[in-house]
């Protein structure tokens, strides 16, 4: 059972957004009914609108409108016992001066202690004003423990990254900060951990001698959705393959950690993103979706969606080719590719081992067997599928690929949010599932030669897998990208 966290005041910037409503909101309801937290954490929310407490818990009650009517009274209880509001209007010394009278408070009329987590659940450009302002009145210290929890992405390139963790360090230190990266808050992505570590049969065949390659797969189904103009200075280099997918890539390729503790778990993190080898041109492939059609529904180009520029080079697709040097990985080819407009939404690793010998089924195996492959499903119907080869019935020596397959949801029921876990993790003050600054920055170094300088932008219709350009690159190494389906 979890340990009981201490009695704190979460202060989430950006309360009124749709992050809030849509993931923390409902995660701190979840938090509430079901763990150890219940009755631990007291709300101040935050936003520029000058609203009254009453009217902040009705916009709490709002994003918890699906909880069914059985919940109704509960949730209101909660909403008047824990949640309060303050607007910080425009963001001046003088609104933040008000912010921390009204820190005191709250924790004066709660018995608190001065434990304090801060969400920036806010732009990237409002960070580093929002740090500030804490530090210059003073709210990055406090009698209990203070902590900072920034959501990606941090930075829009290395220079940038550097910048922000210069500055958060001038107040905070790095044992306060914790940089949320929401997919090491997936119970498929801990659970590599749990997987390789914790089973001796697949440990001793997770190197170069048993692998012969490696896929990362995050397709989305939908294109911008309304978020034009915030894609617009993104991108799917910069909105998912530096920080989601090079996390996962981490994860699954370290070595084992010390301990599974935070500073433990980063250092082995680290070595992976520094062994990754330099990309060159012909390691990677950008897209961008045009018009097409999808479950005979016909969409939009992405350059026909609201707040896009007519002209846009944005990449909406990335597909990329690392190795990492390192005894463990070298020569093993690790293949990733996100895009959005794909024909379904998908999370998944595939990890395809060697092929055996094929010459004591001669004649019968006319041509290369097929390696064992191990699908791990990240989302949705969370899971695995473990490839081996059979003999078919009947005469002659004729195989055939059969499956292991296991699904959480099968074995365990509802699994939780992501969110959840992290937010948790904030409470006890756990880094392990976090990011730390220098991995941070090392991210950015890896993809600095896909944005810097020129780039060749492929188009491919929207409802596809991405531009041919990608397929060739794989086709040129002799294997294709494993079949969605």
């Given amino acids: 059972m979890s340990p009981v966290p201490e009695r704190h005041l979460l202060v989430i910037f950006g309360a009124t957004g749709d992050l ?27 936003a520029r609108a000058d609203l009254t407490d009453d009217a902040f818990r009705d916009q709490v009650r709002e994003a918890l409108k699906n909880e069914g009517p059985e919940h109704a009274a509960e949730i209101s209880r909660w909403c008047r016992d824990s949640i309060y509001f303050q607007s910080t209007g425009d963001g001046s010394a003088a609104a933040f001066e008000r912010l921390k009278a009204r820190i005191g408070a709250i924790e004066h009329a709660e018995g608190l202690y ?101 896929e990362l797969t995050v397709a989305e189904e939908l294109g911008v959705e309304g978020r034009g103009a915030f894609y617009e200075q993104a991108g799917a280099t910069r909105d998912l393959l530096q920080n989601h997918m090079l996390q996962v890539l981490a994860v699954a390729t370290m070595e084992p950690p010390a301990a599974l503790d935070g500073e433990s778990v980063s250092n082995e993190k680290i070595k992976i993103l520094k062994a990754i080898t330099p990309i060159r041109p012909e390691d990677y492939v950008v897209g961008q979706y045009g018009a097409g059609e999808l479950n005979g529904k016909k969409l ?81 119907n969370e899971g695995f599928n473990l490839s081996f080869q059979v003999k078919l019935p009947g005469d002659g020596m004729r195989l055939h690929t059969q499956e292991m397959r296991f699904r959480y949801a099968e074995a365990f029921g509802h699994l939780p949010e992501a969110y959840q876990t992290l937010l948790l993790d904030v409470m ?58």
């Avoid at 809030?20 to 935050?46: M, N």
């Avoid at 392990?432 to 896909?450: I, S």
């Fill in 20 to 46: 809030s409503h849509r993931k923390l909101i409902p995660a701190l309801w979840e938090l509430h009914k079901h763990s150890p937290a219940r009755g631990r954490t007291v709300i101040l929310g935050l």
């Fill in 114 to 214: 001065g434990n304090r987590a801060f969400y920036l659940a806010l732009p990237l450009p409002a960070f580093a004003p929002t740090v500030e302002a804490l530090g210059h009145v003073g709210l990055h210290r406090s009698k209990g423990w203070t902590r900072l929890v920034l959501e990606k992405p941090f930075g829009h390139d290395l220079g940038s990254a550097q910048a922000l963790n210069a500055l958060i360090h001038r107040f905070f230190d790095e044992g306060q900060v914790f940089r949320l990266d929401h997919y090491l808050g997936k119970e498929t992505v801990q659970n590599l951990i749990a997987f390789r570590f914790g089973n001796a049969l697949f440990e001793p065949l997770w190197n170069r001698d048993r692998i012969e390659r490696v």
């Fill in 300 to 380: 939009k180009g992405y350059r026909e969606e609201p707040g896009v520029d007519p002209n846009s080079v944005t990449d909406t697709f990335v597909a990329v080719r690392f190795g990492i040097q390192s005894w463990r990985w070298q020569g093993v080819p690790f293949y990733l590719r996100t895009g959005k407009r794909l024909p379904k939404k998908l999370s998944r690793i595939i990890v395809t081992f060697k092929s055996p010998p094929a010459a004591v089924f001669n004649p019968y195996i006319v041509c290369g067997m097929g390696g064992n492959r191990l699908e791990i499903v990240l989302q949705p």
């Fill in 428 to 485: 006890h003050g756990d880094h392990t599932l976090f990011v730390r600054g220098d991995e941070v920055e090392q991210a950015w170094k890896v993809c600095a030669p896909m944005l810097d300088g020129h780039r060749e932008l492929h188009t491919y219709a929207a409802g596809t897998w991405g531009p041919p350009r990608a397929e060739q690159m794989l086709a040129e190494a002799g294997c294709c990208w494993t079949d969605p389906s």
